[in-house]
């Protein structure tokens, strides 16, 4: 059916909808006025559920090693892979209450130990696989294990993870998809995959609850200190059956089952439990993304998204602003990648304006008549994820959309801005013993404290939604006293500057005036005195348009190497972690403020 039709049409799009309750201490929040429906008892029903009633419908795919086709896994192919490999971890007899870790990069068969683990009540961990591959120094990689305490590690490739794994000195068994036999003591998968089940299995199963713990998903902000996330299957479950609520059409019948090309990583809740539970909660397919938004890896990512036209899209911005110049250059490849699409959904970082309007602008070029439904969420890894949904048209970026059934947005007054707070079925019940760390996330009130400001986009109209207003711990003080507002100074300064630069760190704490520090796009890199007159324009313009200084940056200086993710300074999820940038770049925080440097633009 035509776009407009679709978002306009009640039985396939949640209409916007919302609850406001004011507090005596100034304070307010936000609820849904729609009770959440039955959810799932665990992930594992799903599987279930799709093994018998569509048992020859695709599941997961992956490109082949010479990467010409894709090995496909059916519901019932997973399934029967699922219980198998439960069936061969029973045998081993794990000590309990230790969870699988997994090192590896989105695959198939790291699908199925995940998965394997979860169905008979042991939780599983996934590990972004920089920690092992892209660094000689495995103290991180180490401190996280050791966190864990896993009874079983699991990585697809003994000569690949062997050595980090060995420097770590664990002592657990470890399971491999390949090379399992150039490790001492390696088990390899195809063993566990053909294991013969039980009824162990079932009766493993059926004692999952909904308090079972899924998942640990391990999450350090900028301090470098891990913490594991307790993801409970209600938690997973319940999430999901919120975003069905806000989007129909993921049950409406007759049924069409989703389809993802995603690249996405498991071990951060965008990828492994937004996007990979929407397809197994929907009975839908995905395709696993060898690609990245990166130089020589988005072109993968564009051939994948051509070939299997998707039905729904999801991406971090950098991955849509690196798509971008292959769909505006290629119409054909636009139509391809956009054929099928029913939304386009941005998270994890926001959308610049430019980026918004150039996706529209290619949408209106290759489907006429179809705008490009374009939206978000807002959630984060303790709420497994999903607080709240953008389930309707919007205007632009920014709104993030209102609260899900089952949630609680409240707003406190903090330093000038709104903290939001969240209560509700998908908050964690804390860390993997971290006491002391669940006690702080917590206020007196039993509000997970996430650290994010949040306004509304209408005062008078709570259902128009809520804007994401920054991290409250993001923002600083200049030293005349003035706070300077991160968040949404950063998406004006880059939308500003496209196409030349692709991201970039607001610095200035406790100085006279704001100043940028510039990560240049592949185009801005090529031309760097487009890139650089493009800056003074910028800088000149907000300064003769009379910006205060928290808004008014005076100087910029272009990084010579792009953001470091074993650093911490860029994610998996492609976005920028603004402290830590900062941290680890002092040096050039200090030449940004030196005004005898010439390389600093003014």
Same mark, same amino acid.
């Given at each position: 059916m035509p776009l407009i039709d679709f978002l306009a049409d009640?039985?396939?799009?949640?209409?916007?909808?919302?609850?406001?309750?004011? &507090?005596? +201490?100034?304070s307010f929040s936000l609820r849904s006025p729609v009770a959440l429906?039955?959810?799932?008892?665990?992930?594992?029903?799903?599987?279930?559920?799709?093994?018998?009633?569509?048992?020859?419908?695709?599941?997961?795919?992956?490109?082949?090693? +010479? /990467?010409?086709?894709?090995?496909?896994?059916?519901?019932?192919?997973?399934?029967?892979?699922?219980?198998?490999?439960?069936?061969?971890?029973?045998?081993?007899?794990?000590?309990?209450? $230790?969870?699988?870790?997994?090192?590896?990069?989105?695959?198939?068969?790291?699908?199925?130990?995940?998965?394997?683990?979860?169905?008979?009540?042991?939780?599983?961990?996934?590990?972004?696989?920089?920690?092992?591959?892209?660094?000689?120094d495995h103290r991180r990689l180490r401190g996280m294990l050791q966190l864990l305490g896993p009874a079983l590690i699991y990585a697809s490739d003994a000569k690949v993870y062997g050595p980090a794994i060995a420097a770590c000195d664990l002592g657990v068994p470890c399971v491999f998809s390949a090379h399992a036999g150039d490790r001492p003591g390696g088990i390899d998968f195809a063993a566990l995959?053909?294991?013969?089940?039980?009824?162990?299995?079932?009766?493993? &199963?059926?004692?999952?609850?909904?308090?079972?713990?899924?998942?640990?998903?391990?999450?350090?902000?900028?301090?470098?200190?891990?913490?594991a996330v307790i993801n409970t299957h209600r938690m997973l479950c319940a999430n999901q059956q919120m975003m069905a609520q806000a989007w129909p059409f993921l049950q409406a019948q007759p049924h069409e089952p989703p389809v993802l090309v995603d690249w996405l990583p498991w071990s951060h809740t965008f990828g492994g439990n937004h996007n990979l539970n929407l397809v197994l909660a929907n009975g839908g397919a995905l395709y696993i993304d060898e690609g990245r938004p990166a130089p020589g890896l988005v072109e993968k990512t564009a051939r994948n998204l051509r070939e299997v036209q998707p039905t729904l899209w999801f991406n971090v911005p950098r991955g849509f602003d690196m798509l971008l110049p292959l769909m505006e250059a290629d119409a054909a490849l636009a139509?391809?990648?956009?054929?099928?699409? $029913?939304?386009? &959904?941005?998270?994890?970082?926001?959308?610049?304006?430019?980026?918004?309007q150039r996706l529209q602008a290619v949408a209106e070029r290759v489907r006429p008549g179809r705008p490009l439904w374009l939206t978000t969420s807002w959630g984060c890894t303790e709420t497994a994820p999903a607080i709240t949904s953008a389930h309707w048209q919007? +205007?632009?970026?920014?709104?993030?959309?209102?609260?899900?059934?089952?949630?609680?947005?409240? &707003?406190?007054?903090?330093?000038g801005k709104l903290e939001m707070r969240i209560k509700g079925v998908a908050v964690t019940p804390g860390y993997r013993d971290q006491p002391r760390e669940t006690a702080a996330a917590f206020d007196a009130e039993g509000y997970y404290r996430i650290g994010d400001a949040g306004r509304l986009v209408d005062d008078q109209r709570p259902e128009r939604g809520i804007v994401f207003d920054g991290r409250v711990a993001e923002d600083f003080k200049l030293g005349s006293g003035t706070w300077v507002s991160v968040g949404p100074l950063r998406i004006e300064l880059v939308s500003q500057l496209a196409p030349w630069v692709q991201d970039l760190v607001i610095a200035g704490h406790d100085r006279e005036a704001v100043g940028l520090l510039v990560f240049a796009s592949p185009q801005g890199a090529a031309e760097p005195d487009k890139l650089a007159e493009a800056l003074r324009?910028?800088?000149?313009? $907000?300064?003769?348009? /009379?910006l205060g200084s928290a808004r008014c940056p005076v100087c910029a200086l272009v990084l010579?190497?792009?953001?470091?993710?074993?650093?911490?300074?860029?994610?998996?999820?492609?976005y920028i972690n603004q402290r830590a940038v900062l941290a680890r770049r002092a040096e050039a925080v200090a030449r940004l403020f030196d005004e005898g440097d010439a390389a600093v633009i003014r």
């Open positions: 009640p039985t396939q799009v949640a209409p916007p909808r919302t609850v406001r309750i004011d &507090f005596d +201490d100034g429906r039955p959810y799932a008892r665990c992930v594992g029903e799903w599987i279930e559920r799709w093994a018998r009633e569509t048992p020859d419908a695709l599941a997961l795919a992956e490109r082949t090693a +010479d /990467g010409s086709d894709w090995r496909r896994l059916t519901y019932g192919e997973l399934r029967r892979d699922i219980g198998r490999v439960a069936q061969a971890l029973l045998d081993m007899q794990l000590p309990t209450g $230790r969870p699988i870790a997994i090192l590896s990069d989105n695959a198939i068969d790291h699908a199925v130990m995940m998965l394997a683990a979860m169905h008979i009540g042991r939780a599983a961990c996934s590990l972004s696989s920089a920690y092992s591959r892209l660094t000689q995959r053909a294991t013969a089940e039980t009824p162990a299995v079932q009766a493993a &199963f059926e004692a999952v609850t909904p308090e079972t713990h899924a998942k640990y998903l391990l999450t350090s902000g900028s301090t470098g200190h891990p913490k139509a391809d990648i956009l054929a099928r699409l $029913r939304l386009a &959904f941005y998270a994890a970082a926001a959308l610049s304006p430019s980026t918004w919007l +205007d632009g970026a920014g709104c993030v959309g209102n609260p899900l059934p089952g949630m609680e947005v409240r &707003f406190v007054p903090n330093g324009t910028v800088l000149r313009r $907000r300064r003769d348009e /009379g010579d190497a792009p953001p470091h993710a074993d650093s911490g300074e860029i994610t998996d999820k492609g």
